[in-house]
């Protein structure tokens, strides 16, 4: 069987979908409809250089399923979301935030899930001759960088911690958007911010000449952690989907993204844990906990890019 990778970005991807529909009017078509599985895909990583691995995947879930997989490669969270809901797509990948505001809609279902690592997903760390020695010092007066407001890492987990701080973003505490979390780091570093909020791995690179934490060890304190995240990445499906593919896909999914895979899976693999079972038609109390956190950080699923 032969996968194809189908780019789209913006309102090609709406014109792609509707055609996809046309397409599939007549009986024959609406058979041989029923024989592919239609995957939407986007990074889910914080690594801009990570690529999505489209044709490993859509091999592995020929293999498993025997069904032809087409995959569509989807600007931000939101195309996934509309294109599985409308039916144009059967199921998409994502990661912990939007997956659980998309399962919070009531429109999707979640048919696998994984759990998160223990491990602080952020940190928010200083100078190592700031004056600031926990989160409870920071002031109005303060200056908190955070990479984006559309990041889980760089600002809904950090926002999260600083309020179960018994701190409120826009009031106590100055908030400035870097625009990455490389120029948060620039930001502490050339004193524009106080404290910086990012990625936990990132801060364990220090003396590594990375970009992503151009310190040397010792420079930088880390004054508070984030919790871990509950679920790390998920399988979400179309909710009209044919029981037969439904079916192959609960059966094939674990496997797929099983940690022998994990190689081959790129990005996604990453985002396995080695030691996890997967969560099957995993329910919303799963996901309740992100919800919450996103409104504490103030975001919908349309603005997760």
């Keep these: 069987m032969t996968s194809r990778v189908r780019p789209a970005i913006g309102a090609a991807l709406a014109g792609a979908l509707l055609l996809t529909g046309c397409a599939t009017g007549t009986a024959d078509g609406a058979a041989e409809d029923d024989r592919v599985i239609r995957f939407a895909t986007l990074p889910v990583s914080d690594d801009p250089t990570a690529e999505t691995p489209v044709v490993e995947l859509a091999a592995l879930l020929e293999q498993e399923t025997g069904y032809k997989v087409e995959i569509t490669d989807v600007p931000n969270y939101s195309a996934v979301i509309e294109a599985i809901r409308a039916g144009h797509e059967d199921?998409?990948?994502?990661?912990?935030?939007?997956?659980?505001?998309?399962?919070?809609?009531?429109?999707?279902?979640?048919?696998?899930?994984?759990?998160g690592s223990d491990d602080p997903v952020a940190r928010c760390v200083v100078l190592a001759d700031s004056p600031l020695q926990s989160l409870e010092d920071i002031t109005p007066d303060h200056t908190v960088a955070f990479a984006d407001p559309a990041s889980s890492s760089g600002y809904f987990m950090p926002v999260y911690m600083l309020d179960r701080a018994g701190?409120?973003?826009?009031?106590?505490?100055?908030?400035?958007?870097?625009?990455?979390?490389?120029?948060?780091?620039?930001?502490?570093?050339?004193?524009?911010?106080?404290?910086?909020?990012?990625?936990?791995m990132f801060t364990e690179m220090?003396?590594?000449?990375?970009?992503?934490?151009?310190?040397?060890?010792?420079?930088?304190?880390?004054?508070?952690?984030?919790?871990?995240?509950?679920?790390?990445?998920?399988?979400?499906?179309?909710?009209?989907?044919?029981?037969?593919?439904?079916?192959?896909?609960?059966?094939?999914?674990?496997?797929?993204?099983?940690?022998?895979?994990?190689?081959?899976?790129g990005t996604y693999g990453e985002a396995i844990p080695e030691d996890g079972e997967p969560m099957m038609e995993p329910g919303?109390?799963?996901?309740?906990?992100?919800?919450?956190i996103a409104a504490v950080a103030g975001v919908d699923i349309s603005d997760l890019e």
């Design 167 to 200: 701190l409120t973003r826009d009031e106590d505490y100055e908030v400035l958007f870097s625009g990455g979390h490389d120029r948060s780091q620039l930001a502490l570093k050339n004193g524009q911010a106080d404290v910086s909020c990012t990625a936990a």
């Design 284 to 292: 919303p109390e799963t996901f309740q906990t992100l919800v919450d």
């Design 206 to 265: 220090a003396g590594q000449g990375s970009p992503y934490f151009p310190f040397e060890e010792g420079e930088t304190r880390v004054i508070g952690e984030s919790p871990s995240m509950p679920v790390s990445i998920a399988v979400l499906g179309n909710q009209k989907m044919d029981e037969s593919k439904r079916a192959a896909l609960l059966e094939a999914l674990p496997v797929v993204f099983a940690p022998g895979n994990k190689d081959a899976l």
């Design 91 to 115: 199921l998409g990948i994502m990661s912990a935030f939007p997956t659980a505001m998309a399962v919070n809609t009531g429109e999707v279902d979640p048919l696998v899930a994984w759990t």
